[in-house]
């Protein structure tokens, strides 16, 4: 099967959108929420445990895979999907988000970017073509061109320049592109100036991808800023392929975005937080380690049917965190997920029922003071 | 249903026995094999995991759960089983080792044994009357008398005056124990002296209990001073109950001890070994993260069943291991426990089939350069 979208309704009071991925690994709904699986791996889960939490999709990340172990290895294995043991869709970003971290480590230059490996010292150079080559290796079901992530706060200029070179770049990734079987999606840049997003959408459109990325948001920016850009961007898109907000977000962020018209996510808040003892539940945040859970015998979340709530008490999870046990952040991790997982199936729901303004609204007055 | 050990079969050419435990959580056969959840979880894994594994007991420390998180907390909630939703049979060791283990941090005196504690340095005083209402309050199936497990080496007096306390501690535990639906196991010490090690089984099993700990093995003596030792403690054992080798060991050392007539194994080594990457495996050991498994597409162990194996190459498990991701420890800790239950299941039938010495010399084989 190749890669389609399907756009399957459009939600009655917001620009909110239901539709379907179809790719060589299986069919996912949108909106969608993918665990991040940096280093071929969900920290501390199996694909059977995300099965079971319900996730659909996965996010690996090639800058960490290039590095270790070698995206050779992993290919003559027989790509992401067997090495880590993953049968459903997954998806590659390219790397622009870390040559973004790595900041005073990398460098851009028109060919492509040069950074030291923090393992053993080495520099390394990658250009658009050796990302393509490097995800295709992979063999993801959704690759990302090559990208400059711009910097908050940055010039008008240098957005400008910066964007011309993300454009630039999207071109040469669809021209180095040689698999049937894989989606490329383009991404937008354009900073914090309307003007430039639309400019990156247009010229990211023109080229022409499976689906569009919206990068270079949720870097320093209120979040006032970072709506209008999302405002500013998605109209430019078109309405008949899927959406992917990078790297985002909070809870609220996500129907935030949805309402806007975005289709899919993912974020390392609820795998990080789950590891920081930070848990996401219908009543709130609870900070696990706080000691008003010592003798607690309920569950994390009443309201919830994972498979740590539906198993252990407030007590045990606050034991297993102090004690720093392994098993702490697998529990946790399962937890957050499955909030996110259920929050996004309950998103779909609501756009199916056109009231996802009062879902929304339920949800910011669960979350108060949390 | 209280608890009861029917002895089933003995080898026809070894000491080795065959048996069954029956405890208030379900029967156990024996020899069996008893992964370590210290301090309330076998690190990384949960029960499902666990009862995968084909474990069917788990063992748990007094002197962690008393520290951390308190024993009225866990009693609070339902006892150590359901605190940790472990439903099967669970025996607390009673902290003798920790003593030990402590060294100059710990004190002991004829009422019993002060220590500091690691997390805010507060003094702490535990007699044997303590530590059955600790082990009573946690509500394993069985349950450990105080001792002293003397050092290596230790002098003839030393080690008789202490063998003489460990006998005045199991007496009080006896003494003060309570619950009905607990077993209470003995413990024998005796150090290094054949004659001291009959003296302290002779007035162990004097005093008489539901099943014999032999312990202050394995503290730095010669294997062959550990046998016979071993050889010097169980012919003064009765011969219908069971008799548990605490803290041990090597898959080798398993089948020389039960071929002496042992019945119960604990140890860390193979949840340890797991988390720093030393595999067992029918072929001998595997050091993961060795560079010659960086391109290996090979199962960990060819000729092994468990989840591990049959889902992942060890050029995935190095990796894991190498990125020190956590799902590292898990993989690992459910290949070496697998190895053990495995390897206990094979004696098992051998013990059977009476072929006990015929195995132990295909194991030593399979093992050799190991």
């Not at 973004?100 to 990398?106: A, I, N, R, V």
Request: glycine share 10%; charged share 25%.
């Amino acid at each position: 099967m190749k890669f389609c979208f399907e756009l399957v309704k459009k939600e009655a009071n917001t620009q909110a959108r239901l539709g379907r991925l179809k790719t060589p690994h299986g069919e996912v709904k949108t909106p969608v929420f993918m665990p991040v699986g940096t280093q071929a791996t969900v920290k501390s889960l199996t694909p059977e445990d995300l099965k079971d939490i319900g996730a659909e999709m996965v996010l690996a990340n090639t800058y960490h895979l290039y590095l270790r172990p070698g995206v050779d290895i992993i290919k003559d294995l027989g790509g992401l999907h067997c090495f880590m043991n993953w049968e459903m869709p997954l998806l590659t970003d390219s790397g622009g988000f870390q040559i973004y971290s790595l900041g005073e480590l990398s460098k851009i230059g028109e060919e492509g970017f040069t950074f030291k490996s923090p393992f053993d010292g080495s520099e390394h150079f990658l250009s658009p073509e050796d990302v393509m080559d490097i995800q295709e290796k992979l063999g993801a079901d959704i690759i990302m061109t090559l990208d400059e992530c711009t910097s908050y706060p940055a010039s008008y200029d240098y957005t400008l320049n910066s964007l011309e070179l993300t454009t630039r770049w999207a071109g040469r990734c669809k021209q180095a592109k040689s698999r049937e079987d894989q989606a490329l999606f383009g991404i937008i840049q354009g900073g914090m100036f309307p003007e430039l997003r639309r400019r990156s959408a247009e010229q990211i459109v023109g080229i022409g991808f499976d689906g569009y990325g919206i990068g270079g948001l949720s870097v320093g920016e209120t979040k006032s800023m970072m709506w209008e850009m999302l405002e500013s961007t998605l109209p430019f898109l078109p309405e008949d392929q899927p959406r992917y907000l990078m790297g985002l977000g909070k809870p609220e962020d996500l129907v935030e975005a949805v309402s806007r018209g975005v289709d899919m996510f993912d974020c390392v808040l609820p795998t990080r937080n789950a590891r920081n003892g930070s848990l996401f539940t219908s009543e709130g945040k609870v900070v696990i380690k706080n000691s008003e859970y010592t003798r607690d015998g309920a569950p994390l979340d009443p309201n919830c049917e994972c498979y740590t709530c539906r198993n252990y008490t407030r007590a045990y999870l606050r034991h297993l965190f102090m004690a720093q046990e392994i098993l702490s952040a697998r529990l946790n991790t399962i937890h957050n997920l499955y909030y996110y997982i259920e929050l996004i199936g309950q998103i779909r729901e609501a756009i199916g029922e056109d009231r996802l303004p009062q879902f929304q609204e339920e949800l910011m007055e669960a979350n108060v003071g949390a």
